[in-house]
Nanobody
């Protein structure tokens, strides 16, 4: 499956952004979806994940209460609503798809659980 992220940009601290990840193909509902971020020189880190049916959702502690992940299996899109943004949220954000762990039987915060990745979208939060 091909994934394309968009919606990144420059925002002031305290502001909001909504990221989108569109999937090509007709098997989107077969995948759990996740969002990760990466800053230069550091490893990619988990942000949020949602199982294929949206029954189970995971968040990193650093974004709980500020970010919301959701999906629309008709539109083949997963969303990341980012509120109360902080300068430390500045990073490239990637979406990813997991076929092998679509039901979330294993924790979806591990990079190894994902089969496909998008190219990333830059989010910059100014102080």
């Amino acid at each position: 499956v091909q994934l394309v992220e968009f919606g990144g940009g420059l925002v002031q601290a305290g502001g909001s952004l909504r990221l989108f990840c569109a999937a090509a193909g007709n098997t989107f509902s077969s995948y759990a979806m996740g969002w990760f971020f990466q800053v230069p020189g550091k490893e990619r880190e988990f942000v949020a994940a949602i199982t294929w049916s949206a029954v189970t959702i995971y968040y990193a502690d650093s974004v709980k209460g500020r970010f919301t992940i959701s999906r629309d299996n008709v539109k083949n899109t997963v969303y990341l609503q980012m509120n109360s943004l902080k300068p430390e949220d500045t990073a490239v954000y990637y979406c990813a798809a997991s076929f092998s762990n679509a039901y979330g039987d294993r924790w979806l915060g591990a990079i190894s659980q994902y089969d496909y990745w998008g190219q990333g979208t830059q989010v910059t939060v100014s102080s």
